[in-house]
């Protein structure tokens, strides 16, 4: 567990339903985070966006 606060850090957690089945019953667990001076704010969050869409479009 974490507590506090990071600085420079952008990130993203979720899960996606099975492509297969379309079923949560076995989902894939995505956790995404950057750590870096530019990963705050719009350029940080599109980054993410674009390795989260890469995820969902392969499924597993």
Known sequence: MKTGGLRNVTSV???LP?????E???PLV???FL???NARGAKGRA???E???GFVARGR
């Not at 099975?18 to 379309?22: A, L, R, V």
Request: net charge negative; glycine share 8%; no cysteine.
């Open 35 to 37: 750590n870096h001076d």
């Open 13 to 15: 957690a979720g899960y």
């Open 51 to 53: 390795l989260m869409k």
């Open 18 to 22: 099975d492509p297969k089945s379309g």
């Open 24 to 26: 949560a019953n076995d």
């Open 47 to 49: 980054v993410l966006d």
């Open 30 to 32: 995505v956790v995404l």
